[in-house]
């Protein structure tokens, strides 16, 4: 499939690769239980590393998928419940189709919580889809320096290559999504493209 067709649907993509389970609507999880905020950050760091490493080892589609949303639940959890409870009403009207309302609560916690890079994730979701894409890479940015294992953040820096018609970074971009998570969906399709599009062989 050309790349150039793939453009009107990035969007939505971008949604799905930066942690918004869908372009129309969310859902919800319980709030974690409460804890000593030291323990918790730790506890939460030990959990994503072994994540991260049995994620290269298992070959079940369904054991990866597990594991992805599992990270994805650790990212959205700041260990702070004032900062989590702004991250689910951005998050909520992000899904709910109102992107720009939850740009106060996104640039609340980026100011309030500059350490935690699931904030600067999704601001970058939202200035990607309100078509402000340098923003967008400047949140991204942040988001790995603070998580370089984020496959969120590259995916989404892959896409917005893409749409610059930079297909050859976007594809390098993606790649280093890909080594991190062997699951990514865009390996099905968009991964492929890219492939084809500047000549490279599959990895």
């Not at 942690?19 to 730790?42: E, F, K, N, R, V």
């Not at 702004?86 to 350490?115: K, S, T």
């Amino acid at each position: 499939m050309p790349i150039a067709s793939l453009i009107p649907r990035l969007a939505c993509v971008m949604l799905l690769s930066m942690g918004l389970p869908t372009c129309h609507g969310l859902a919800q999880s319980a709030s974690p239980p409460a804890a000593p905020a030291d323990d918790a950050a730790a506890i939460r760091v030990r959990h994503l590393d072994a994540l991260f490493a049995h994620l290269k080892t298992t070959t079940v589609e369904e054991e990866g998928d597990a594991m992805v949303a599992e990270i994805w639940k650790l990212w959205l959890q700041s260990g702070r419940p004032e900062m989590d409870a702004l991250m689910e009403q951005a998050v909520a009207l992000m899904g709910n189709g109102l992107p720009a309302p939850a740009m106060p609560f996104l640039d609340d916690i980026v100011a309030r919580a500059p350490e935690w890079a699931e904030g600067w994730n999704k601001r970058a979701t939202l200035f990607y889809v309100l078509g402000d894409h340098d923003r967008s890479l400047a949140d991204i940015d942040r988001a790995l320096a603070l998580e370089p294992r984020h496959f969120g953040a590259l995916a989404g820096l892959g896409l917005i290559r893409v749409a610059r018609g930079e297909n050859r970074a976007a594809l390098a971009a993606f790649r280093r999504a890909l080594a991190v998570n062997p699951f990514l969906k865009e390996r099905f399709g968009l991964i492929p493209a890219l492939e084809r599009e500047v000549g490279e062989k599959p990895l």
